[in-house]
């Protein structure tokens, strides 16, 4: 991902609602074609749903997350 566009995933995480997790927040804030190559990967692993992704971005620092971000 491009600098800007981390910057504007990051923006968006910071505008929803507290009320979500922070792994909601990140995982919604992704671009469409991040997303759906997640859902893609946890529909092939078996799950029923992306909320294991869900939990290992809460589970991420704000470094690591960008780290994350670098290379998706």
């Given at each position: 991902m491009t600098t800007s566009t981390i910057t504007k995933v990051i923006k968006k995480v910071k505008q929803l609602p507290n009320t979500?997790?922070?792994g909601f927040r990140r995982l919604?804030?992704?671009p469409l074609r991040v997303r759906k190559n997640i859902n893609i990967?946890?529909?092939l692993k078996g799950?029923?749903?992306d909320r294991s992704f869900q939990d290992y971005l809460n589970n991420l620092s704000d470094d690591a997350f960008i780290d994350f971000?670098?290379?998706a």
């Open positions: 979500y997790s922070l919604t804030s992704l990967t946890c529909i799950e029923q749903s971000l670098k290379t």
